[in-house]
C-alpha cells in the first residue's frame, strides 16, 4: 500500500464511480425534495457535478441545521443531496481503501465488518483473556468531552496531509473540514465527519499501542477500554492519555471517565459485558417498556400501524439475542396487546 494517496483524483474522477456515489447516496432516501429534483436530469447532472470536480469549479452548498434528542440533544447539519454524492465519492473512493486499512484491529467504528456488536465481543474476549492472567483486573473506560464538537480543524487538516499528496484531493479536503459555520468541530451528519473523527482519534489508537505498550485496548468512536492489572496502572494511564489528548489534539476526557474493578462488568456499545455472559442496559430495558406502553395505547383505540411495530419490535430482537435476556424478551411479548407470528422472540 502507498504511504500517501497521490495521482488519484483524476483517476477515479469518472462518470460511473460518481453514478455509483448517487446510488449510495440515494438508498433510503424515499422522496426527498433535493434527491427528487437531483433525479429529473439525472445523468446531466451528474456530468455537471463531475465537470465541477475536474474544472476546480466545486463549491459545497449551505447546510440545513435541526436537533435530535434520541439517546441525547445533538445539532444535526445536512447538505444538499449533490454535495452528499461528493462525499460518497470521497470516502470510496480514498478514505476507504487507503486510510481505513491503516487502523488498529480493535478500532471498531465506520469498519465495513466491525460494529457495535464486534466492539462488544472483542471485549468480552479480551476480559477473558485477563481473567487468565489475572483474577482480579481493573477496567478504564473513557470516552471525550464533546468529542464531534471539539476536534480541532487544523490538527485534522495536518493529519490528512500525512496520508495525502494529491493537490486536488486535498484541497477538496480542505473544503469538506472547513466549509462550515463552525470555528471549532466537525458537523455532525456529513458522511466525512465520521470518518474524518475515526482518523482524528487514529492518532490516540497509536500512541496507546506504540508508545504505552497497552495489549487489551478498544475503541468504539470517542468511546475506549482499556484492561489492566491494577488500580495504579490505570491511574497512570488515565493520566499520560489526558495529557496526550490535551497537548496533541486539543481534547478532553469526559468526568465520567474512570476506573475500577472488572467485576462490576463492563457498560460499552449497549450491553453490560462480563467475563461469561452479556446484559442489557437498564437504559434500553426502559425504552422498550416506554415503546410497549404507547403500542398498546394506540392498539386500544385501533390506530396501530401494525407493520411498524413488527419492524420495531423485530429490531429490539435483534439487539436483544446477543444478550442473555430471553426472560426479559419473553416477559415483554406477554405484555404487547397485539402480535403476529412475524413477531419473533428469539
Not at 459545497?60 to 441545521?65: A, F, I, L, V
Not at 499520560?240 to 476506573?259: C, G, M, P, T, V
Request: aromatic share 16%; charged share 30%; with cysteine.
Amino acid at each position: 500500500m502507498c504511504k500517501t494517496i497521490k495521482k488519484s483524483f483524476a483517476l477515479k474522477l469518472t462518470f460511473d464511480n460518481l453514478m455509483s456515489a448517487y446510488e449510495r447516496a440515494s438508498k433510503n432516501k424515499g422522496n426527498k425534495k433535493d434527491l427528487l429534483s437531483f433525479n429529473i436530469d439525472l445523468e446531466t447532472n451528474i456530468v455537471n457535478l463531475l465537470n465541477e470536480l475536474k474544472n476546480n469549479k466545486y463549491k459545497q452548498g449551505k447546510y440545513r441545521t435541526f436537533t435530535i434528542y434520541e439517546p441525547k440533544e445533538r445539532v444535526i447539519k445536512v447538505l444538499p443531496f449533490k454535495d452528499r454524492i461528493v462525499q460518497q465519492w470521497y470516502i470510496e473512493e480514498f478514505i476507504k481503501p487507503f486510510i481505513v486499512p491503516r487502523f488498529i484491529y480493535t478500532n471498531c467504528a465506520c469498519i465495513e465488518s466491525k460494529g457495535t456488536l464486534f466492539a462488544v465481543n472483542i471485549t468480552q474476549k479480551y476480559m477473558r483473556k485477563m481473567k487468565r492472567i489475572c483474577n482480579d483486573y481493573y477496567v478504564l473506560k473513557c470516552d471525550i468531552k464533546k468529542y464531534f464538537y471539539n476536534i480541532d480543524k487544523d490538527i485534522l487538516f495536518n493529519i490528512m496531509k500525512k496520508y495525502i499528496t494529491d493537490k486536488r484531493l486535498f484541497e477538496l479536503t480542505g473544503i469538506f473540514i472547513y466549509e462550515d459555520d463552525l470555528d471549532i468541530g466537525i458537523p455532525i451528519g456529513n458522511y466525512t465527519s465520521q470518518y474524518f473523527a475515526n482518523i482524528y482519534l487514529n492518532e490516540l489508537d497509536k500512541y496507546v499501542k506504540e508508545e504505552l505498550k497497552i495489549k487489551y485496548y478498544i475503541r468504539y468512536m470517542d468511546d475506549f477500554i482499556i484492561l489492566l492489572k491494577t488500580k495504579e496502572e490505570c491511574k497512570k494511564i488515565k493520566d499520560k492519555i489526558e495529557h496526550y489528548l490535551n497537548n496533541e489534539l486539543k481534547l478532553e476526557l469526559n468526568i465520567k471517565s474512570r476506573y475500577y474493578p472488572s467485576k462490576m462488568g463492563i457498560n460499552f456499545c449497549g450491553y453490560i459485558i462480563y467475563e461469561t455472559h452479556k446484559l442489557i442496559r437498564k437504559r434500553s430495558k426502559n425504552k422498550v417498556k416506554r415503546s410497549i406502553k404507547v403500542w398498546n395505547k394506540l392498539y386500544s383505540l385501533n390506530k396501530l400501524d401494525k407493520f411498524k411495530i413488527i419492524l420495531s419490535w423485530n429490531s429490539f430482537i435483534g439487539y436483544f439475542k446477543h444478550a442473555n435476556s430471553h426472560n426479559f424478551t419473553v416477559k415483554m411479548f406477554k405484555s404487547l396487546y397485539y402480535t403476529n407470528d412475524k413477531m419473533k422472540i428469539n
